[in-house]
C-alpha cells in the first residue's frame, strides 16, 4: 500500500465523486436519475456550511435538494442586533443561499437553543419528509456539545422511522428514506469517523458564495472563524481523498453494509 491509497482507505472509507452511483445505488431514484437530499439541520448556518456543498453537488447532478432548518438561529445575534431581527436575517440569509443552489428552504418554527425532542416535533419532521419525499437525509451527528444539536440528531432518527411506517397515519403517505448520512461539524466532532468523502469540486465557489451570506460566516457574530473552518477542512478532507475539495459524510451506523462480489 502506498501513501495515497494508505489515505484514501483511512478508517475503510470510500472516496465517491457522486452520492448515487455505483455502490450507492439506492441514493439514485428508481428509475436511476440522481435523487432528492434533504439536508436537516438544528440552525440555518449549519445546514449551510455543513451539508451545503452536499446539496449543491446534488443539484449539479441533476438531483434536487431541500434544507430544512428547526429554528432560525436567532439566538446567536451580536449585542447589536436584536434577537428577532437577527432571526429574520438568517431566515433572508437561508433564502438567498439555497436560491443561489438550486435548493429549497422550508423552515420549522422552534426556538433557538430550545428545540424540543419529542413527539411533536419528530411528528412535525415525519411529515415534512413524507412531503418532500428525500431519497437522501443528511444531519447531525450525536457527538455534539450543542443540546439542539444532539436534539435534531434524535428527532431525524425518530423521523425517518414514522415517515416509513404504513401504520402511521399522517396527512401524506408513507415515504422511505433509503439512507442516512451525518455532517461534519466542528461543534459535532465528538465520535465523528467519516466513511464517504464527496467531491465537491464543481460546486466549491457556489457553496462559498452561498455560505457568504450569511454574518456569522463573515465573522460579524462571534469568535470562530467560520469561512477559514470550513473552507480549510474541505482542503484537507480532499486531501485525504484524492479530490482538490471534499466533504466527508458518516453513514448511520446501523446501516453500513458491504456486500463484496468475490464472496
Ligand atoms: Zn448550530
Redesign the pocket.
Known amino acids: 500500500m502506498n501513501r495515497r491509497s494508505f489515505a484514501q482507505s483511512l478508517g475503510g472509507a470510500v472516496a465517491v465523486s457522486a452520492l448515487g452511483r455505483s455502490s450507492f445505488s439506492k441514493e439514485s431514484s428508481s428509475d436511476g436519475t440522481p435523487g432528492r437530499i434533504m439536508a436537516i439541520?438544528?440552525?440555518p448556518?449549519?445546514g449551510l456550511f455543513t451539508m451545503g456543498a452536499v446539496l449543491a453537488h446534488q443539484i449539479e447532478r441533476r438531483g434536487s435538494g431541500v434544507l430544512l432548518s428547526l429554528s432560525l438561529?436567532e439566538k446567536g445575534a451580536p449585542k447589536d442586533i436584536q434577537v428577532e431581527h437577527y432571526g429574520e436575517m438568517q431566515r433572508t440569509a437561508t433564502q438567498k443561499a439555497t436560491q443561489l443552489l438550486g435548493a429549497e428552504a422550508v423552515f420549522l418554527a422552534y426556538p433557538d437553543a430550545q428545540i424540543p425532542f419529542n413527539e411533536e416535533s419528530a411528528l412535525a419532521v415525519c411529515d415534512a419528509i413524507r412531503q418532500y419525499k428525500p431519497d437522501v437525509v443528511v444531519t447531525h451527528w450525536s457527538g455534539s456539545w450543542?443540546k439542539?444539536?444532539q436534539n435534531c440528531h434524535l428527532i431525524v432518527r425518530d423521523a425517518v422511522f414514522y415517515a416509513a411506517l404504513e401504520t402511521l397515519a399522517r396527512s401524506s403517505p408513507a415515504h422511505s428514506v433509503s439512507k442516512i448520512y451525518y455532517a461534519e461539524n466542528w461543534?459535532d466532532a465528538s465520535n465523528f469517523v467519516p466513511d464517504t468523502y464527496l467531491d465537491i469540486e464543481a460546486v466549491y465557489e457556489k457553496w462559498l458564495q452561498a455560505c457568504d451570506f450569511y454574518p456569522m460566516w463573515r465573522g460579524q457574530t462571534g469568535f470562530f472563524r467560520y469561512n477559514d473552518y470550513y473552507s480549510a477542512l474541505s482542503i484537507m478532507r480532499g486531501c485525504l481523498s484524492g479530490f482538490k475539495h471534499a466533504v466527508a459524510l458518516m453513514s448511520d451506523p446501523g446501516q453500513r453494509m458491504d456486500r463484496p462480489r468475490l464472496l
Do not use: Y
Request: aromatic share 0%; proline share 0%; charged share 30%.
Open positions: 439541520a438544528a440552525h448556518g449549519d438561529g450543542h439542539d444539536h461543534e
